[in-house]
């Protein structure tokens, strides 16, 4: 009864936990915001015209090619395929189209209409015939060598031209824009072929998945080299945009570019972030998104040199264009200086002063009425009053250029600054100032914040002026337009709040009232730097008096990374927003995250912070939900080690679910997280590079933030989980396979035959090996997963047919053997053996009705010992079910191109497949008596745990070094069975 109890037990504990895998599973698949992203219409018919490239290119590379966008009409007038514009190479992604090109270049073909065909951008696409590059690394370099020819056959068709292009700017989606960073690996590549690199949703700091080690050597070469060569690459300027929490293939704090800051030629921006458009992408949307593609073309059109006709080779403007579009958009064209000194209209305008330090601005309902233009002074506060910022918004004001810096002569003279020194005396401000209306255009530094202009200026910085002056002009249209102003303190309007524990799921709560005077307020979330801690924040706004409507605009605010999220909701109204981060915060920053909110006067607010359990398994799985393999992997070891030492200290073997009771976290975390201590030693690292160890896993994941000793723990949980349950499924599945296998095979008694290498298994073994070496190593070892599966099968029905002849036998203790096919005569004569045995009227007159093909006699002990070996089988069959999924990418990429290449190469898989295809040779004959009388028994159940603790050291991020571990575990067993 207690065994019964504490099995339900654990079985309750692992549907818990399998339960909160499935909400983190479920919460990163499906719980997230909706897709705003607007389609990207084509007003012609797209056409794809492929460039015809040298015939030793296309020999080698067969299955690539290089196409140029165009449409319909223009298509048609530029047949010849010869460059007119200024390129551009658009760089697919794993499993991608050529064809994605099409929203920029219909979009940026729209706007050199616009502009009367000034000048135009020439799109390019590479197919890669939509190869899994994320998956199997092996054809990386082999994309950038044809990328790199690619480049030079497209700047050869502008030869002739005036101001030929010498160079072009790459977008690359998803893997493309690793492949555009890799360009500059080669030896014989020129950095200034390329000027400006663009990347949609990759993967720049690693691999989402390291399934074979190409991937990460590729990886490391072009990261080294970045890193390496900075000062020398720094005139090549990227930019980076992760999707958010809608990309669930790639997170965004993959999609930074690792550097070490030396100079400022990258951005790295997540697209919720990004102004007019503030929206969360997945990873195929992030190419079409409308609001993205838009920002990216009016970007492309900003950088051209409108001497040359060609992308601007300034390095400072590049900066300053992307800053605009993608990080700050001021509405104020971004070639513009951001502080220029302009002059006011005279006669035509009207001058107000505003002598209190909270102003409002509504226009009246019919802009007619308004003067052509307006002007109103605020006086910067002096230096005794305790004001430390200028806030002002504006809602619907249609100019772009509103507010300016002056210094008031007198009542009707304003002048702006014209040289940088400060101004102490009025005689001294005469001498650099005209006596006209002139003043310092700050439109550069305002904000668009959805449908607010917001400056937030700090009044210190601008102490050489003396006024601010905001510029209302008359509305085009009949459109009210709203101006609000107010000078405030920041300490004043500044609340801090700790964040509530992460393991209070969700029952303790924080609570901030905030009664509004003003027009911005902050929420600072103390100790909130953390990728595995998500919050709900509820915003409630209740206001007594409103005049029209109003809305406000709340923003979470990161300040080491540009990865906000911005939120508009009308008043009042209740509002809730799921805050987690990207990217944890690095160790030298002390900053906070805050709750920016925009709020309306005479208003009060209620914020509720508590800790989502949902938000965050979500994050949990988000970040290492591509780890749980390893420690599901490291469960079923542990199970095998501990089936084999039951094995050969009782003489039988463990179901597997009583099995992995043995599974604990503190067998193997411990061990691993005490070796990463010690290698903060110079001795212990000696020691390691002695052994020729590789790195440990866990000190790359720490160097990210994202790991944890509490974490670990938690997914090795995970792990027991998911293999307790999948054993249940797997076993309830062979049962009813086996089944239906008994329908049309006739199911045979388990021999104990010593032959474990027999004719037709090495002939077997033979054709895989040839298999292996002609095609792909993953092919072989999909053909031996199958077979052992069917041996399996065929094991599970004879066991149950076993089981069903001893039901047919009478319960008395002393029967011990059982007849199958023998006489009275055969009977009596063995009998002697261990007991009484039954008469012959007792046995069925036909034992062939039984359907088995069995020798005479069956024993208690043969249905042990079939059963005992059904049960290693079994396990083995979990363990081959993973080197199943681990060569499923390199199987699929060898299947796709099959008509290209018969043989893979490089093939990841051919050392382990050969490895296990010997070792399963001799697996699939072995049996349960073989392996209790090996010398090696003791050895390798030990050696298990070893096993385990190694691969949670070096296979938890280098996914693809699991199938070795498990190749090196299932060959002691093969050898247990031979010695």
Same mark, same amino acid.
């Given at each position: 009864?207690?065994?019964?109890?504490?099995?339900?037990?654990?079985?309750?504990?692992?549907?818990?936990?399998?339960?909160?895998?499935?909400?983190?599973?479920?919460?990163?698949?499906?719980?997230?915001?909706?897709?705003?992203?607007? =389609?990207?219409?084509?007003?012609?018919?797209?056409?794809?015209?492929?460039?015809?490239?040298?015939?030793?290119?296309?020999?080698?590379?067969?299955?690539?090619?290089? /196409?140029?966008?165009?449409?319909?009409?223009?298509?048609?007038?530029?047949?010849?395929?010869?460059? *007119?514009?200024?390129?551009?190479?658009?760089?697919?992604?794993?499993?991608? &189209?050529?064809?994605?090109?099409?929203?920029?270049?219909?979009?940026?073909?729209?706007?050199?209409?616009?502009?009367?065909?000034?000048?135009?951008?020439?799109?390019?696409?590479?197919?890669?015939?939509?190869?899994?590059?994320?998956?199997?690394?092996?054809?990386?370099?082999?994309?950038?060598?044809?990328?790199?020819?690619?480049?030079?056959?497209?700047?050869? &068709?502008?030869?002739?031209?005036?101001?030929?292009?010498?160079?072009?700017?790459?977008?690359?989606?998803?893997?493309?824009?690793?492949?555009?960073?890799?360009?500059?690996?080669?030896?014989?590549?020129?950095?200034?072929?390329?000027?400006?690199?663009?990347?949609?949703?990759?993967?720049?700091?690693?691999?989402?998945?390291?399934?074979?080690?190409?991937?990460?050597?590729?990886?490391?070469?072009?990261?080294?080299?970045?890193?390496?060569?900075?000062?020398?690459?720094?005139?090549?300027?990227?930019?980076?945009?992760?999707?958010?929490?809608?990309?669930?293939? @790639?997170?965004?704090?993959?999609?930074?570019?690792?550097?070490?800051?030396?100079?400022?030629?990258?951005?790295?921006?997540?697209?919720?972030?990004?102004?007019?458009?503030?929206? &969360?992408?997945?990873?195929?949307?992030?190419?079409?998104?409308?609001?993205?593609?838009?920002?990216?073309?009016?970007?492309?059109?900003?950088?051209?040199?409108?001497?040359?006709?060609?992308? +601007?080779?300034?390095?400072?403007?590049?900066?300053?264009?992307?800053?605009?579009?993608?990080? *700050?958009?001021?509405?104020?064209?971004?070639?513009?200086?951001?502080?220029?000194?302009?002059?006011?209209?005279?006669?035509?305008?009207?001058?107000?002063?505003?002598?209190?330090?909270?102003?409002?601005?509504? &226009?009246?309902?019919?802009?007619?009425?308004?003067?052509?233009?307006? /002007?109103?002074?605020?006086?910067?506060?002096?230096?005794?009053?305790?004001?430390?910022?200028?806030?002002?918004?504006?809602?619907?004001?249609?100019?772009?250029? !509103?507010?300016?810096?002056?210094?008031?002569?007198?009542?009707?003279?304003?002048?702006?600054?014209?040289?940088?020194?400060?101004?102490?005396?009025?005689?001294?401000?005469?001498?650099?100032? +005209?006596?006209?209306?002139?003043?310092?255009?700050?439109?550069?530094?305002?904000?668009?914040?959805? =449908?607010?202009?917001? @400056?937030?200026?700090?009044?210190?910085?601008?102490?050489?002026?003396?006024?601010?002056?905001?510029?209302?002009?008359?509305?085009?249209?009949?459109?009210?337009?709203?101006?609000?102003?107010?000078?405030?303190?920041?300490?004043?309007?500044?609340?801090?709040?700790?964040?509530?524990?992460?393991?209070?799921?969700?029952?303790?709560?924080?609570?901030?009232?905030?009664?509004?005077?003003?027009?911005?307020? /902050?929420?600072?979330?103390?100790?909130?730097?953390?990728?595995?801690?998500?919050?709900?924040?509820?915003?409630?706004?209740?206001?007594?008096?409103?005049?029209?409507?109003?809305?406000?605009?709340?923003?979470?605010?990161?300040?080491?990374?540009?990865?906000?999220?911005?939120?508009?909701?009308?008043?009042?109204?209740?509002?809730?927003?799921?805050?987690?981060?990207?990217?944890?915060?690095?160790?030298?920053?002390?900053?906070?995250?805050?709750?920016?909110?925009?709020?309306?006067?005479?208003?009060? /607010?209620?914020?509720?912070?508590?800790?989502?359990?949902?938000?965050?398994?979500?994050?949990?799985?988000?970040?290492?939900?591509?780890?749980?393999? *390893?420690?599901?992997?490291?469960?079923?070891?542990?199970?095998?080690?501990?089936?084999?030492?039951?094995?050969?200290?009782?003489?039988?073997?463990?179901?597997?679910?009583?099995?992995?009771?043995?599974?604990?976290?503190?067998?193997?975390?411990?061990?691993?997280?005490?070796?990463?201590?010690?290698?903060?030693?110079?001795?212990?690292?000696?020691?390691?590079?002695?052994?020729?160890?590789?790195?440990?896993?866990?000190?790359?994941?720490?160097?990210?933030?994202?790991?944890?000793?509490?974490?670990?723990?938690?997914?090795?949980?995970?792990?027991?989980?998911?293999?307790?349950?999948?054993?249940?499924?797997?076993?309830?599945?062979?049962?009813?396979?086996?089944?239906?296998?008994?329908?049309?095979?006739?199911?045979?008694?388990?021999?104990?035959?010593?032959?474990?290498?027999?004719?037709?298994?090495?002939?077997?073994?033979?054709?895989?090996?040839?298999?292996?070496?002609?095609?792909?190593?993953?092919?072989?070892?999909?053909?031996?997963?199958?077979?052992?599966?069917?041996?399996?099968?065929?094991?599970?029905?004879?066991?149950?047919?076993?089981?069903?002849?001893?039901?047919?036998?009478?319960?008395?203790?002393?029967?011990?053997?059982?007849?199958?096919?023998?006489?009275?005569?055969?009977?009596?004569?063995?009998?002697?053996?261990?007991?009484?045995?039954?008469?012959?009227?007792?046995?069925?007159?036909?034992?062939?009705?039984?359907?088995?093909?069995?020798?005479? !006699?069956?024993?208690?002990?043969?249905?042990?010992?079939?059963?005992?070996?059904?049960?290693?089988?079994? *396990?083995?069959?979990?363990?081959?079910?993973? =080197?199943?999924?681990?060569?499923?990418?390199?199987?699929?990429?060898?299947?796709?191109?099959?008509?290209?290449?018969?043989?893979?190469?490089?093939?990841?898989?051919?050392?382990?497949?050969?490895?296990?295809?010997?070792?399963?040779?001799?697996?699939?004959?072995?049996?349960?008596?073989?392996?209790?009388?090996?010398?090696?028994?003791?050895?390798?159940?030990?050696?298990?745990?070893?096993?385990?603790?190694?691969?949670?050291?070096?296979?938890?991020?280098?996914?693809?070094?699991?199938?070795?571990?498990?190749?090196?575990?299932?060959?002691?067993?093969?050898?247990?069975?031979?010695?």
């Amino acid at each position: 009864m207690a065994g019964g109890g504490c099995s339900r037990l654990s079985g309750i504990l692992q549907g818990i936990l399998l339960a909160s895998v499935g909400l983190g599973v479920w919460d990163v698949l499906f719980v997230y915001e909706e897709n705003k992203c607007s =389609m990207t219409y084509m007003f012609e018919y797209p056409e794809y015209l492929k460039i015809k490239i040298p015939k030793k290119l296309s020999s080698q590379y067969p299955s690539y090619g290089l /196409y140029r966008y165009k449409e319909k009409n223009s298509a048609e007038t530029h047949k010849e395929l010869k460059g *007119t514009g200024i390129p551009v190479l658009f760089l697919p992604g794993n499993a991608g &189209s050529y064809k994605q090109v099409r929203s920029l270049g219909s979009v940026a073909l729209r706007k050199a209409e616009n502009i009367h065909n000034k000048f135009h951008f020439d799109f390019y696409s590479i197919d890669f015939n939509e190869e899994l590059v994320a998956l199997y690394g092996g054809s990386l370099e082999k994309q950038t060598k044809f990328v790199h020819a690619c480049i030079k056959v497209i700047l050869k &068709s502008y030869k002739g031209q005036k101001d030929a292009p010498s160079n072009v700017a790459i977008v690359g989606h998803s893997m493309g824009g690793i492949v555009a960073r890799a360009l500059f690996t080669l030896p014989n590549f020129k950095s200034t072929l390329i000027s400006l690199i663009i990347t949609q949703a990759t993967p720049h700091v690693a691999p989402v998945l390291i399934l074979d080690s190409y991937l990460i050597d590729f990886y490391a070469t072009v990261n080294n080299h970045w890193i390496l060569n900075e000062e020398t690459l720094r005139n090549i300027t990227i930019l980076s945009m992760g999707g958010g929490f809608r990309d669930y293939q @790639v997170r965004s704090g993959l999609t930074i570019v690792p550097s070490i800051g030396l100079y400022n030629n990258t951005l790295n921006v997540v697209t919720s972030a990004v102004p007019r458009a503030w929206v &969360s992408t997945d990873h195929l949307c992030i190419v079409w998104c409308k609001e993205l593609v838009l920002a990216t073309v009016r970007v492309f059109f900003d950088l051209v040199d409108h001497n040359t006709n060609q992308i +601007t080779m300034d390095l400072k403007k590049r900066m300053t264009v992307l800053h605009h579009h993608f990080v *700050t958009y001021s509405e104020k064209d971004s070639e513009d200086n951001p502080e220029t000194l302009v002059s006011f209209p005279g006669s035509a305008a009207t001058w107000s002063e505003i002598k209190t330090y909270k102003w409002t601005y509504n &226009s009246p309902q019919i802009s007619a009425r308004l003067p052509k233009a307006s /002007y109103f002074i605020l006086p910067l506060p002096s230096e005794e009053e305790l004001y430390s910022n200028l806030y002002c918004r504006t809602t619907n004001l249609e100019s772009s250029n !509103w507010i300016y810096g002056c210094t008031l002569i007198n009542q009707s003279v304003c002048a702006g600054k014209a040289n940088p020194f400060p101004f102490y005396a009025l005689s001294d401000r005469l001498k650099y100032f +005209t006596v006209s209306q002139e003043g310092i255009d700050l439109t550069g530094e305002a904000e668009l914040l959805k =449908m607010y202009k917001i @400056v937030n200026f700090n009044v210190e910085k601008y102490r050489s002026f003396s006024h601010f002056v905001i510029h209302v002009s008359k509305a085009r249209v009949n459109k009210q337009f709203r101006v609000e102003c107010e000078y405030l303190t920041t300490k004043s309007r500044t609340m801090s709040t700790p964040i509530t524990n992460v393991l209070s799921f969700g029952a303790s709560v924080h609570r901030v009232l905030i009664n509004s005077t003003g027009l911005i307020h /902050y929420v600072q979330l103390q100790d909130f730097n953390k990728i595995h801690q998500a919050f709900e924040i509820h915003v409630e706004s209740r206001c007594q008096s409103l005049h029209g409507k109003r809305a406000d605009v709340y923003r979470f605010h990161v300040p080491w990374s540009h990865e906000d999220s911005v939120v508009t909701t009308s008043v009042p109204s209740s509002t809730v927003i799921y805050a987690k981060l990207h990217r944890a915060r690095p160790e030298n920053d002390s900053s906070v995250p805050e709750l920016q909110l925009h709020t309306t006067r005479n208003c009060q /607010y209620e914020i509720t912070i508590r800790t989502s359990f949902c938000q965050v398994l979500g994050q949990l799985i988000r970040f290492h939900g591509v780890y749980l393999p *390893t420690y599901v992997v490291a469960n079923i070891l542990l199970v095998f080690g501990r089936q084999l030492i039951h094995l050969y200290n009782e003489g039988n073997c463990l179901d597997f679910t009583i099995a992995l009771h043995a599974a604990k976290p503190y067998k193997v975390i411990p061990f691993v997280n005490l070796a990463a201590f010690l290698l903060r030693y110079e001795w212990f690292q000696d020691v390691w590079s002695i052994l020729m160890l590789p790195e440990i896993d866990i000190l790359i994941l720490n160097e990210q933030g994202i790991s944890s000793s509490a974490i670990s723990i938690l997914l090795f949980l995970f792990g027991t989980a998911i293999v307790y349950w999948s054993g249940i499924f797997f076993s309830l599945l062979l049962k009813q396979l086996s089944s239906l296998w008994s329908l049309f095979q006739r199911p045979s008694v388990v021999k104990k035959e010593n032959g474990l290498i027999s004719l037709p298994s090495s002939c077997v073994v033979i054709f895989f090996i040839i298999i292996i070496w002609t095609t792909c190593g993953a092919v072989a070892l999909v053909f031996g997963y199958f077979l052992y599966l069917l041996k399996v099968i065929s094991l599970q029905a004879s066991v149950q047919a076993m089981k069903g002849i001893l039901n047919l036998a009478p319960r008395a203790e002393t029967v011990e053997k059982i007849p199958t096919s023998s006489s009275v005569k055969e009977e009596e004569e063995e009998g002697e053996e261990e007991g009484t045995f039954r008469a012959a009227s007792d046995f069925p007159e036909e034992p062939d009705q039984l359907n088995l093909d069995c020798p005479k !006699w069956l024993s208690l002990s043969d249905v042990d010992d079939a059963v005992d070996t059904l049960k290693i089988y079994i *396990t083995i069959l979990h363990l081959l079910n993973w =080197m199943m999924l681990f060569s499923a990418p390199s199987f699929i990429y060898w299947l796709k191109n099959l008509r290209y290449a018969r043989r893979l190469n490089p093939d990841p898989c051919d050392i382990v497949a050969t490895i296990l295809v010997l070792t399963m040779g001799i697996l699939i004959n072995s049996h349960s008596m073989l392996v209790k009388r090996s010398k090696l028994l003791k050895y390798t159940a030990r050696i298990q745990h070893f096993l385990v603790i190694a691969m949670a050291a070096f296979g938890l991020v280098h996914l693809y070094r699991i199938p070795y571990f498990i190749t090196f575990s299932l060959a002691l067993y093969a050898l247990c069975c031979l010695i």
